[in-house]
T-cell receptor, first 113, second 112 residues
Framework: GENVEQHPSTLSVQEGDSAVIKCTYSDSASNYFPWYKQELGKRPQLIIDIRSNVGEKKDQRIAVTLNKTAKHFSLHITETQPEDSAVYFCAAPNSGSARQLTFGSGTQLTVLP | DVKVTQSSRYLVKRTGEKVFLECVQDMDHENMFWYRQDPGLGLRLIYFSYDVKMKEKGDIPEGYSVSREKKERFSLILESASTNQTSMYLC???????????FGPGTRLTVT
């Protein structure tokens, strides 16, 4: 199956700075890479995703980049705000079953005021 | 708006008890999933189901079983709860060929 590694496990930034979270995957056939955000005490929710036919996707202050050759993808948050504080999970399709996702171990992002 | 609900937010059980966690979705999704969330380990798949009465093992199925008698409902069963099953349990659902998963609010299970 797919193996997804996520770094760093914790990240603290000053409000207004940028934050970058990186993930690597093992299956070169993977073609869909979502990012989920889980605020404290709440359920994970999809915030952005990218398919393997594009290298970058943006949605306001968040963007995801994909390097298929190196098999890694990253989440970029610019002009961070306190409400960006949360746990972020990356994921990739399980090579054994396209219906499944394999999740990274999560990154706790703290935005300091 | 997709809604995935779980039967309990918090549950405390004793070692050896049989535990049922229930999940219901109202979007006619074919796929349903049970995950376990532990700090530093992310979301680990226990079981998933892609149709009524169908189930497949995930990465950590030992000590768990599942039941899907109706399309909208997916139950996770701990036959004999143990302290190492203390965790947050998250249910999710998705369309048959869709990859976006919609999560429930989670059940915090404590086994004493």
């Amino acid at each position: 199956g797919e193996n997804v590694e996520q770094h760093p496990s914790t990240l603290s930034v000053q409000e207004g700075d940028s934050a970058v979270i990186k993930c690597t995957y093992s299956d070169s056939a993977s073609n869909y890479f979502p990012w989920y955000k889980q605020e404290l005490g709440k359920r994970p929710q999809l915030i952005i995703d990218i398919r393997s036919n594009v290298g970058e996707k943006k949605d306001q202050r968040i963007a995801v980049t994909l390097n298929k050759t190196a098999k890694h993808f990253s989440l970029h948050i610019t002009e961070t705000q306190p409400e960006d504080s949360a746990v972020y999970f990356c994921a990739a399709p399980n090579s054994g079953s396209a219906r499944q996702l394999t999740f990274g171990s999560g990154t706790q992002l703290t935005v300091l005021p | 708006d997709v809604k995935v609900t779980q039967s309990s937010r918090y549950l405390v059980k004793r070692t050896g008890e049989k535990v049922f966690l229930e999940c219901v979705q109202d979007m006619d999704h074919e796929n349903m999933f049970w995950y376990r969330q532990d700090p530093g380990l992310g979301l680990r798949l226990i079981y998933f189901s892609y149709d009524v009465k169908m189930k497949e093992k995930g990465d950590i199925p030992e000590g768990y079983s599942v039941s899907r008698e109706k399309k909208e409902r997916f139950s996770l069963i701990l036959e004999s709860a143990s302290t190492n099953q203390t965790s947050m349990y998250l249910c999710a659902s998705s369309f048959s060929r869709g990859l976006e998963q919609y999560f429930g609010p989670g059940t915090r299970l404590t086994v004493t």
